[in-house]
T-cell receptor
Framework: GDSVTQMEGPVTLSEEAFLTINCTYT??????LFWYVQYPGEGLQLLLK?????DKGSNKGFEATYRKETTSFHLEKGSVQVSDSAVYFC????????????FGRGTSLIVHP | DTEVTQTPKHLVMGMTNKKSLKCEQH?????MYWYKQKAKKPPELMFV???????INESVPSRFSPECPNSSLLNLHLHALQPEDSALYLC??????????????FGPGTRLTVL
């Protein structure tokens, strides 16, 4: 079946550091890929998405590129802020059929001033 | 507007109570979802409604009863819950339930505590 693997957290960084959160997927065909962010006590917010190979999703300084050859969708940000502290979920969704996304385990990011 | 609203924000109930969670969206989406999320875990799908009809039930116990009165509203009726049902309940919606480009939008959730 489909699966999404994320790096285990927590990831702890100082403000203005570079962020990478790794995400790899296994799926039949060519899934759409998503990053969601969940701030403490809140629901999930869509951060960015990519629907085909080599697409780059970007939002609020975050970027991720759909790499078919490595089945990866790593999340990056050049300079993190304290306000970026949250849990980040990578998700895939297979083409066709009902919308049943497969979520990764989530990676907690803690940014210190 | 990409907002999904959920009420109440917090709910505490005893094991013999009956309560309901409510979800609303005005984006014209035709698919709506209920998820359960335990602490430090990803959301787990419970139910999917497509065009107001229940299309997926992920083997959820009958003490959870979903209802979709119209295309904008989704309810989750709760009865005789157990303490292990305490969790964050998330509602989501998407334009349809089948297009590859569809994006799922989540509400802020209802934090449920069962005593």
């Amino acid at each position: 079946g489909d699966s999404v693997t994320q790096m285990e957290g927590p990831v702890t960084l100082s403000e203005e550091a570079f962020l990478t959160i790794n995400c790899t997927y296994t799926a039949t065909g060519y899934p759409s890929l998503f990053w969601y962010v969940q701030y403490p006590g809140e629901g999930l917010q869509l951060l960015l998405k990519a629907t085909k190979a080599d697409d780059k999703g970007s939002n609020k300084g975050f970027e991720a590129t759909y790499r078919k050859e490595t089945t990866s969708f790593h999340l990056e940000k050049g300079s993190v802020q304290v306000s970026d502290s949250a849990v980040y979920f990578c998700a895939s969704r297979r083409s066709g059929g009902s919308y049943i996304p497969t979520f990764g385990r989530g990676t907690s990011l803690i940014v210190h001033p | 507007d990409t907002e999904v609203t959920q009420t109440p924000k917090h709910l505490v109930m005893g094991m013999t109570n009956k309560k309901s969670l409510k979800c609303e969206q005005h984006m014209g989406h035709r698919a709506m979802y209920w998820y359960k999320q335990k602490a430090k875990k990803p959301p787990e799908l419970m139910f999917v409604y497509s065009y107001e009809k229940l299309s997926i039930n992920e083997s959820v116990p009958s003490r959870f009863s979903p209802e979709c009165p119209n295309s904008s509203l989704l309810n989750l009726h709760l009865h005789a819950l157990q303490p292990e049902d305490s969790a964050l309940y998330l509602c989501a919606s998407s334009p349809t339930s089948g297009a590859i480009t569809d994006t799922q939008y989540f509400g802020p959730g209802t934090r449920l505590t069962v005593l």
